[in-house]
């Protein structure tokens, strides 16, 4: 059971609260409600590239991590379709300068020509590094636009190609951060060795004298139901053929969440998950193979992706991945298989709160869904899931017309 | 408007304070048990490691291919049940295969402990290593091989680890697509017989310890005993190789992996505390000479990284980065210029004040939950240190001057003894 507090400014600016006393450490999270969802298509990367920039100084603390360091901090971010978020741990008794550091950068950035444009150059090089310059790396970047074709969930958060980044104005840098980094559009957890009043006042203290900056509200176009099935092929000179299959689901906060979650599970978790069994171990069609849920807020995705064995034909691999999803259509799950999704989900829920950066992401995360105490009770809608919930859901969603498929075959396994 | 308050907050030193320490005893059969309570959940996180890295194994392969091996079949359990039962208990567990210790770390719920340890000691002490599954596993192993091979930072690495550790020794020696068909189901059974036996077992376990954790620990694990003698190993000495500079060509590369470095001493050595401060002053860090020139000064990368590891017959230091293609030259002239400026220019004390309080943050953070200080107590153990280390460590930490950075480098950065890989 994880105890939190949470008060709201009168900014807008929402601050949770959760003491651990096992820790020398707090943990500082703030969590913006922007990501790359929110881009303008013509000029998507920015989300990604913008929290580069917030590394960059303001006009009255020129250098952020300099300051933490002293303060024996340790900090950074990360940015993916729906936010935006910046974690920080410090020595309990440094906390405030954690405070005085986001709370500047919030308020305004130096907006630099110099600053923008290596990092325009570093975050090229993120993307030559972990999409272009590694086998299979750019998948991803072909399976979204094959899934989604109107919500901007059709490009990822690097970008959709490079010359978007190149080409950000600074005047479009200035637009962003007025529209989205506001206390009204964020969310302020600390975890970790510290009182909540305490954590209160500083808050107070810190961020209370920040203007509410009326953020546009969000409007973005749904995806329309998908009514046929999707195929794409690309060539590439890799070692083996890649399969990559994405089917269309709700949003984050529909009730079929849960179960999906559970099925991934059923079909990926661990070593005894059953497309690892089936396809891997015993029919020797895949070298590895994993299915996950993409948890966005908007309607996701059930992605699956395995690379073949040598010599596999691609499209038999295929057919094998649909037996085993039929499978799941057609039959229940055994009452033991079910319990154990749920036992690994529930355990490693325990050993992830064991972190005091993962408790203060998490409760942002569900401040942010709207209800902060699913951070609680989530575990409950695991448990509540039963076989005839995965029946329906698998029937439901796992169609061919709801599939997107990506044949990404290799020219030099010539034989297929 | 409400006005601001810019008042810069007082900045307290950082204090490591005290390290919780371990507690040692020894099973009947004298296996050592390290116990160390910590944390607010009742877990635990249970480390079983053994001198079986690649060091000990005379076919490349072998030892990591007879740890991997391991979870695939027991006497009685197969790889298919034996996964469903830890999976059906909540537990997760970590094959590891280094060049000097293997083993495993298994994460559990304590009240699945029993149980856990008793599928643990089947993993242990009774694999049987079937040759179907062997099959499979080499075949997985070749692919992920074959699908490194189009990385560039492993085909620097993997060069690097030759060039200075020599092609003969298990430190340095490269795999090879071959490699893969000479392993057998014999050679595994000798290589496991021979080195997962109590003699060169620990036990590390970390969590909710519980008053019957000590008992099923000895139920299970104490009355093990070698059926066989412990085999002994050459003691080979790693040997660099003459060529400082390799370059590995990668046709369409889009970026070169640089990787600029050296053996060097280990955490045995008196230097290596000073060792480990001067490579956060050089790359250690965000705030750092190479991070702040390569990465935020030219944009040549995406992140550049310096750091020093320990072995037990040596150690590397090495540099790290991927960078675009047409800017490799200008990046490693930039590197070394970055290290003969620490060997002549001692760094200002505003820089180091930084990093010292910066690291001693960071020691911490290493001692937060039972976790992480399982981790950083089992990496002083495997040298035959104890938290005395890391008080030495946060003692230079603290009392470290310029000039003693400046000499370190000049010692241990020497340019003409660095090799310089690249790949791209």
Known sequence: MIKFNRICLSNGLRVLVHEDRSTPLVAMNILYDVGSRDEDPDNTGMAHLFEHLMFGGTASIPEFDRHLQIAGGENNAFTNPDITDYYITLPANNIETGFWLESDRMHSIDFSQKNLDIQKNVVIEEFNQRYLNQPYGDAMLLLRPLSYKVHPYRWPTIGMEIDHIRNTPLHKIKEFFYSHYAPDNAILTLTGNITTDYAFRLAEKWFGSIEKRFVTPRNLPAEPLQTEERILTAERDVPASALYKAWHIGPRLNSNFYTLDLITDLLAGGESGRLYTKLVREKKLFTEINAYITSDIDPGLVIFHGKTMKGIDIYKANDEVNNIILTLKEKQVPVPEMEKVKNKYESANIYSNTNILNKALNLAYYELLGNPDMINTEVDLYRNTDKAMVLEAAGKYFTDINCSTLFYKSIRDSSK | ?424
């Not at chain 2, 000590?214 to 059926?227: A, C, I, P, Q, T």
């Not at chain 2, 060792?275 to 190479?290: D, I, P, T, W």
């Not at chain 2, 460590?393 to 310089?420: G, H, N, P, Q, R």
């Open chain 2, 1 to 424: 408007m409400k006005k601001r308050s810019l008042i810069q907050p007082r900045i307290v030193p950082v204090d490591l304070g005290k390290i919780p320490d371990a507690k040692r005893i020894s099973l009947q059969n004298n296996i050592p048990v390290l116990l160390i309570q910590a944390g607010t959940e009742d877990i635990s996180r249970i480390e079983f490691t053994l001198s079986a890295g690649s060091v000990m194994e005379n076919l490349p392969l072998l030892a990591s291919t007879a740890n991997m091996m391991l979870a695939e079949g027991t006497k009685n359990y197969t790889a298919v049940k034996l996964n469903k039962t830890l999976d059906f208990y909540g537990s997760f567990y970590n094959l590891f295969a280094e060049r000097d210790r293997a083993g495993i770390v298994i994460y559990c719920l304590n009240k699945h402990l029993e149980k856990i340890l008793g599928l643990a000691s089947e993993i242990l002490f009774h694999p049987v290593f079937p040759p179907d599954e062997l099959k499979t596993l080499m075949k997985k192993r070749l692919s992920w091989y074959l699908i490194n091979r189009e990385k560039v930072n492993s085909l620097a690495m993997d060069q690097f680890f030759e060039s200075i550790f020599g092609s003969s020794h298990p430190y340095g020696r490269k795999v090879i697509a071959d490699d893969f068909n000479k392993i057998d189901n014999a050679a595994l059974k000798d290589f496991h017989s021979g080195f997962y036996r109590p003699e060169t077992l620990a036990i590390i376990v970390a969590g909710n310890i519980h008053e019957n954790t000590v008992d099923l620990l000895d139920h299970y694990f104490g009355k093990v005993v070698s059926e066989t003698i412990r085999p002994t190993v050459p003691g080979r000495i790693p040997e660099r190789q003459k060529n400082r500079k390799v370059h590995i060509d990668k046709p369409g590369a889009v970026q070169t992996a640089i990787a600029i470095g050296s053996s060097t001493i280990n955490k045995r050595h008196p230097d290596y505390p000073g060792l480990k401060v001067l490579n956060v002053v050089l790359g250690g860090y965000f705030g750092s000479r190479l991070m702040k020139n390569i990465r935020e000064a030219r944009g040549y990368t995406y992140g550049i990284n310096s750091s020093v590891h320990s072995l037990d017959l040596s150690g590397y230091q090495i540099i790290s980065a991927e960078v675009s293609k047409k800017n490799t030259q200008n990046a490693v002239e930039e590197i070394f210029k970055e290290i003969s400026l620490l060997q002549r220019v001692p760094p200002e004390n505003e820089e180091l004040a930084v990093i010292k309080n910066y690291m001693l943050g960071e020691m911490v953070r290493m001692f937060d939950g039972p976790f992480a200080i399982a981790e950083s107590f089992r990496s002083a153990w495997e040298f035959g240190l104890d938290n005395t280390y890391y008080y030495r460590l946060a003692e230079k930490i603290k009392s470290i001057e310029s000039d003693e950075i400046t000499s370190l480098a000049k010692t241990y950065y020497d340019i003409d003894e660095l090799y310089e890989i690249t790949a791209g």
